[in-house]
């Protein structure tokens, strides 16, 4: 079964920093971009980074750039986001998800996600 | 950024009904826009892709249509599982931006 598995969340304050993990599993994770995605509480779904499938090729949202750095170790089936200077607004649920292409910007969609991770930012 | 604009935000509609969803592009995205259905406490599930692709196991009473900035999704006759969230997105140009969600509830 295809899936993937979001941990590292939590609650945290302002301006700390927080490392979020996903575990791929049921494919093979380094012939696909992946991609984080986040929904904060009531709201829409919010694309925050990509990274191509050996890494050379990497995106972020605007809102998040600087701040948010995206990585993967295909030996470990893993995907990471590092999240620095944290603030409220980064309070959502994070779900990593699959890309059908190779690289981030392939155009294609994300076709398996995870249940999500929640971050609350708080103090 | 490309902006995705949704309509409605949200519907009420009956088991049966025949629904459509529309999404609009601030620019020519050409036919780079998904749909995803999410229900309450769910990750999102890809429904729709390259605007009219329906993925392996998704019911055939789901279709979507368009091309450049305006395309649809439309539920032929609605099922009780339907009821939830849709979401399209653009995946012509990075950052790849969503529209705000309709929600499809039960009248």
């Known amino acids: 079964e295809v899936q993937l598995v979001e941990s590292g969340g939590g609650w945290i304050q302002p301006g700390r920093s927080l490392r979020l993990s996903c575990a791929a599993s049921?494919?093979?994770?380094?012939?696909?971009?992946i991609h984080w995605v986040r929904q904060a509480p009531g709201k829409g779904l919010e694309w925050v980074a990509g990274i191509s499938r050996n890494s050379v090729s990497i995106g972020y949202a605007d809102s998040v750039k600087g701040r948010f750095t995206i990585s993967r170790d295909n030996a470990k089936n893993s995907l990471y986001l590092e999240i620095d200077s944290l603030r409220t607004e980064d309070t959502a649920l994070y779900y990593c998800?699959?890309?059908?292409?190779?690289?981030?910007?392939?155009?294609?969609?994300?076709?398996?996600w995870g249940r999500g991770t929640t971050v609350s930012v708080s103090s | 950024d490309i902006q995705m604009t949704q309509s409605p935000s949200s519907l009420s509609a009956s088991v049966g009904d025949r629904v459509i969803v529309t999404c609009r592009a601030s620019?020519?995205?050409?036919?780079?826009l998904n749909w995803y259905q999410q229900k309450p406490g769910k990750a999102p599930k890809l429904l729709i892709y390259?605007?009219?692709t329906l993925p392996s196991g998704v019911p055939s009473r789901f279709s979507g249509s368009g091309s450049g900035t305006d395309f649809s999704l439309t539920i032929s006759s609605l099922q009780p599982e339907d009821f939830a969230t849709y979401h399209c997105q653009q995946t012509y140009s990075a950052p790849y931006t969503f529209g705000q969600g309709t929600k499809l509830e039960i009248k």
């Open positions: 998800a699959k890309g059908v292409g190779t690289y981030y910007d392939s155009k294609g969609p994300m076709d398996v």
């Open positions: 049921g494919f093979t994770f380094d012939d696909y971009a």
């Open positions: 390259y605007a009219s």
């Open positions: 620019q020519s995205i050409a036919n780079y």
